[in-house]
């Protein structure tokens, strides 16, 4: 955290929800009126009720006291109406400000580099997406709402009471203070531990997170008992530290009360002396300890914000640490290319923080528009951080890419991107339809071209068996096979027309015979793309036009199949160890799933 986070820290709190009401105006400057009048009604009462009392009941005037009594109710209305009408907008500028904090976070995450994006994590992020920006939205409801009537009642009423009896100044002037400090002292001690309970929900989604994606993997090798144990610590951890935040603002509130009925019995005592003296009035008593309660009131109202306030400001650093992080991506390219794009790597590295070794080591790879390059390696050889310096998501250290004979930092970010796509293994996709997925790819694009990418990804049978263009995809695809959902991945690609394709292990659910096809199809479809395709099955790669091999980050050999086969003995070995048989199972045993589908 920056010295000027530490020497101010609630600046970022004020920053981000001043950003959001210069946007909104009129809604903030409808809520400073109504609370204004609303106060103005508050203020009002205890002067009808000494009124009441020393001209009306003092004096038995009953036509008095239904006058006053009747602009009193009319008055107490108009209060209620108009703090109704500032909480509805204070809810309304809440919300507004919480989904502009959700857009900027989602837009500039949108825009990370890969290396910048698992720096902060997945479980981080989707709880400053989610939880932090509605903390800071609450924290607005309650300052605009609430916040800002109290030091106008609490002022206000100071200078009514003063009206009333100014020998009274020492219980209002005592019981401020008391208050104060009081309301300080916890807003100093609670602030750290609400950063700490961000930290460990943070902790919680991570661990929840890793064990509801690794469900199978902990049942295989029978880890429930650890995964529980691990969930359980975490858990633990986070319970005591909200124990504690809420045990002192359980304590804060009795406090608060005691102190003003501390002060309640104060003014009567010394007000009977003063109304005695003849120095108070019996209606000025009462107006008297109906102010201070407003002043108590004024004041209590802090305590909702101060259980808040540490927590929001805790979310908004949290937040801005998200906003304010460089991308990790220089886009202040210009470059326009036309045309088909020549795909070139030239002592290309990539290296990751804290690895021993380079992902990427000094690759060189011509790839040309019209031909599928393939790149074959095991795991961890580096293929997917090659594929991944094409769009950009990750930025050699040393070496350069170049498409189109222009290095790929010189391109407008969004128009090299327009012109790649990128199709991984993962689930990639998402909640919706068939078309909305395929949609994706271009939203412009009409329902003749959705169904020429599905036909060439083989997937127009399925999708036309399953319902159509409207068929159902539940999150991440689940309700399809794996090689279904990298075929849908591919016909989204498809239909977005790249001129540069980047096929990251995207035909490892699909058998042989499927994965010929499907690549046949892109290649109908793409005549004048350069096709960058990665895989460790030489099975996927070996009709390529050129293949590289991969091994610990460096290209080691690169020609066809036929010619890798004779003089590359890496490639070798993996054609060795995928075509040999898999052992026969036992008479009468189980048989052994491979785990690919069509």
């Not at 006291?65 to 509805?88: K, Q, T, Y």
């Amino acid at each position: 955290m920056s010295g000027a986070h530490a020497a101010r820290p609630g600046a970022d709190l004020v920053r981000l929800a001043a950003s959001s009401m210069r946007n909104r105006r009129a809604i903030v400057a409808g809520v400073i009126l109504a609370q204004i009048l609303a106060m103005a009604a508050s203020l009002a009462q205890p002067t009808f009720n000494a009124l009441i009392i020393d001209n009306g009941v003092v004096a038995g005037d009953v036509p008095y006291i239904e006058r006053m009594g009747a602009i009193m109710l009319a008055v107490a209305i108009g209060g209620l109406v108009a703090s109704l009408a500032a909480i509805a907008l204070g809810a309304a500028l809440s919300a507004g400000t919480s989904a502009d904090l959700r857009r900027s976070v989602y837009r500039h995450v949108a825009d990370f580099s890969t290396a910048t994006y698992h720096e902060l994590g997945t479980p981080t992020l989707l709880t400053r997406t989610s939880l932090d920006t509605s903390v800071v939205g609450q924290a607005v409801f309650l300052t605009t709402s609430v916040a800002v009537a109290a030091p106008l009642v609490t002022v206000g009423a100071i200078a009514m009471s003063l009206r009333e009896s100014v020998r009274l100044a020492p219980v209002i002037v005592v019981t401020a203070i008391v208050l104060s400090i009081g309301i300080g002292i916890f807003v100093v001690y609670v602030t750290p531990l609400a950063t700490r309970v961000q930290g460990a929900v943070d902790r919680v989604n991570r661990v929840l997170r890793e064990q509801l994606g690794g469900t199978r993997i902990i049942r295989a090798f029978r880890r429930e008992r650890a995964a529980s144990t691990r969930f359980s610590e975490v858990n633990r951890d986070l319970t005591a530290l909200v124990r504690r935040v809420a045990a002192l603002q359980l304590m804060l509130l009795p406090g608060v009360l005691l102190i003003a009925n501390l002060a309640s019995v104060a003014t009567s005592l010394f007000g009977a002396r003063l109304i005695e003296d003849s120095h108070l009035t019996i209606g000025g008593l009462t107006a008297f300890t109906g102010y201070l309660m407003q002043i108590v009131a004024g004041i209590t109202v802090f305590i909702a914000l101060a259980g808040m306030l540490p927590r929001a400001r805790a979310s908004a650093t949290r937040l801005s640490a998200v906003i304010n992080r460089p991308a990790g991506l220089d886009d202040d390219g210009t470059a326009v290319v036309e045309g088909p794009l020549p795909l070139t790597f030239r002592s290309a590295t990539v290296r990751y923080e804290g690895a021993d070794h380079p992902a990427v080591d000094a690759v060189s790879l011509k790839c040309l528009p019209g031909t599928v390059t393939a790149v074959i390696g095991g795991t961890s050889s580096g293929k997917s951080s090659l594929l991944a310096l094409v769009p950009r998501l990750l930025d050699p250290a040393s070496g350069t890419v170049e498409a189109g004979g222009v290095r790929l930092g010189a391109w407008h970010l969004p128009d090299l991107r327009a012109a790649v796509a990128h199709v991984g293994q993962g689930q990639s996709l998402v909640a919706g339809t068939v078309e909305s997925n395929l949609r994706l790819g271009d939203a412009e694009a009409d329902d003749d071209r959705l169904w020429r990418a599905l036909e060439a990804a083989q997937m127009a049978t399925t999708v036309v068996d399953r319902g159509g263009l409207s068929t159902e995809v539940a999150q991440g695809g689940s309700n399809f096979s794996g090689g279904q959902r990298q075929r849908l991945a591919v016909a989204r690609a498809l239909v977005r027309r790249p001129r540069i394709l980047c096929l990251d292990s995207a035909f490892s659910a699909m058998d042989r015979s499927t994965a010929e096809s499907v690549l046949s199809g892109i290649r109908a479809t793409l005549p004048e793309a350069t096709i960058l395709l990665a895989d460790q099955q030489v099975d996927n790669v070996r009709s390529a036009d050129l293949i590289g091999v991969l091994d610990a980050g460096r290209i080691v050999a690169t020609g066809r199949h036929e010619d890798l086969l004779t003089r590359c003995a890496v490639y070798r070995e993996f054609a060795q160890a995928q075509a040999a048989p898999a052992p026969a199972p036992a008479p009468g045993g189980p048989t052994v799933a491979t785990g690919v589908s069509r």
